[in-house]
């Protein structure tokens, strides 16, 4: 058996904190919390293999973020810098604390922000304390909440919401943990679906779909829950764009709800029907025990493959600076005069547009280097699951690729851990252009480089 341990640190913020930032939204600050958000931590280990699994209720980690949380991570818990994920749900209803137009209720947010590496810290050293001798099994259900989200105008240009033609994935990972005796420990679920439900007209801060679901399965299965994102950089939710929080609650629960389904139904041990005893009743009752005639995978171990994306040329950071402080001066300008909503919606969103090629000049202007940008696939196995990682918001046919070709069958793909480097895309995507592409840091190409390496990371653990 292997050792698994599970814990929990509430990161939720004050009344008030600067909240979303929404192109579309006119609100600056949070009216509350819908939902609490939350740092959940799994650690695992065998012999001398270690490893932990940190899954946080927030919008991105930047990768120089990333690395000063897992170095923190590491320096408390013992556990090498390598073999932590620290995953992130990608919620676009919490916090804003960095490179926004929204002035009010920053100062709320930077002092939550400032809370985050400890909670991560904390969880971790929790879970490790917790740990107990547990087995692990794997099971894949369905969902369709989610859609591929880049359909067309008549004249073929792309916009965010329904494309009922593209390619989706419906596919509910799940990975168990139970104690000797049987009970659960954690349960972790990935699923490929942006946290977009909630939108521009929402002031409360949520964790979008995964909170709810995490409290579904926690309450039908018992345990903790950790959410993984898949690859979502093209699924979006078939309801979302809305201010409406039963909306996220429910798509939640269903998601939820099939999660459940599947890790009742998870058994780790191979078991052979007894006969024990035929019971003299009413009518004869047969009594059985159902046996176990095996011991359950109990394989930890953790792979870092590094791998040169090809890098594409984006406004200077100089450009970027110049547009956004204009875009900035013209908002404030707009509020100061007392012009109506939709005034004011129209110059957030020129901001918030100027503010994402900010935001991408940066991500080049930081991460490229000679026409490149490196990025790690990681790569962990867990009895007989191999899950695996990119720091990313991959399109989910790079997922399908690897699923398919992986030497495991149980593979779990996910996005959106350890750092983030913005969409990474198809070649043909780019052809096709849209939003995504758009504001991608990444030449064509660099799709198959991010298969390859990952396929090499699942490798070096089987």
Known sequence: MLNAGVARVDISPVVG????????????????????????????????????????????????????????ISGESGIPFGNIRLAYTHTHSG??????WIKDGIELANEWWNTIPAACAKAVVDAKSSAQPARTGFGRGSCDININRRPARDNGELFTGRNWDGIVD???????FDDADGNPIATIVNYAMHPTIMAHENQ???????????????????????????????QGPVDGFTGDLRVYRKAGSKLGAEASRVRLNIDPLEREERLDQILVSGADLGIYTDVPTNESDDTVAVSNIP???????????????????KAEKELEATRASGASEEEVRRAVSKVMRANIQLSVARLSDTNSQDGHIEITAQSMRIGETVLVSIPVEPFVELADAVKKRSGSANTVFSGFSNGHINYLATDIAFEEGGYEVGVSVFAPGSAELAIEASLEAIDGVL
């Open 95 to 100: 916090p804003i604390t960095f490179g926004q």
């Open 307 to 325: 791998v040169d994306l090809p890098s594409r040329d984006v406004l200077s950071l100089k450009e970027a600076l110049g547009t956004f402080d």
């Open 204 to 234: 409360w801060v949520t964790p979008d779909f995964p909170g709810p679901m995490r409290s579904v399965v926690e309450h039908t299965v018992g345990g903790l829950c950790l959410f993984l994102q898949g690859a979502s950089g093209n």
């Open 170 to 176: 419906h596919d509910v990972d799940v990975v168990s």
């Open 17 to 72: 904190v600067a909240h979303a930032g929404w192109g579309a939204q006119t609100h600056q600050i949070s009216l509350g919390n819908d939902m609490p958000l939350h740092v959940t931590a799994l650690v695992v280990t065998k012999d001398d293999v270690e490893l932990a699994i940190v899954d946080v209720d927030i919008g991105i980690f930047t990768n120089q973020q990333d690395t000063d949380i897992r170095q923190l």
